[in-house]
Nanobody, 119 residues
Framework: QVQLVESGGGLVQAGGSLRLSCAAS????????MGWFRQAPGKEREFVAA????????GYADSVKGRFTITRDNARNTMHLQMNSLKSEDTGVYYC????????????WGQGTQVTVSS
């Protein structure tokens, strides 16, 4: 089992920045991929960014490319999402996710952290 806890959400003005963190615990050595998803009010959850495998390759949604950066600290079992140039459409609950496999739906999810961008 893997437990994930997000932090760092909040209220920010458009154009501002926030840094989200995800702390992983439990069988973290089994994790193959980790990523961030978000869900805006009335919309389905969508992919934001992720580490693809253990080699450090990353992937981003087109809507956040050039503005968001995903990083991780393996020694502390944490992952971060640096969000710059925030827009009102970035508002939503941000979730950290992890899985032991390379494909399919992520198995482990955090409880989410709210990000609100005011215009």
């Amino acid at each position: 089992q893997v437990q994930l806890v997000e932090s760092g959400g909040g209220l920010v003005q458009a154009g501002g920045s926030l840094r989200l963190s995800c702390a992983a615990s439990g069988r973290t050595f089994d994790i193959y991929r980790m990523g961030w998803f978000r869900q805006a009010p009335g919309k389905e959850r969508e992919f934001v960014a992720a580490f693809m495998g253990t080699g450090g390759n990353t992937g981003y949604a087109d809507s956040v490319k050039g503005r968001f950066t995903i990083t991780r600290d393996n020694a502390r079992n944490t992952m971060h999402l640096q969000m710059n140039s925030l827009k009102s459409e970035d508002t939503g609950v941000y979730y950290c996710a992890a899985d032991e496999s390379a494909l399919g739906t992520y198995k482990y999810w955090g409880q989410g952290t709210q990000v609100t961008v005011s215009s």
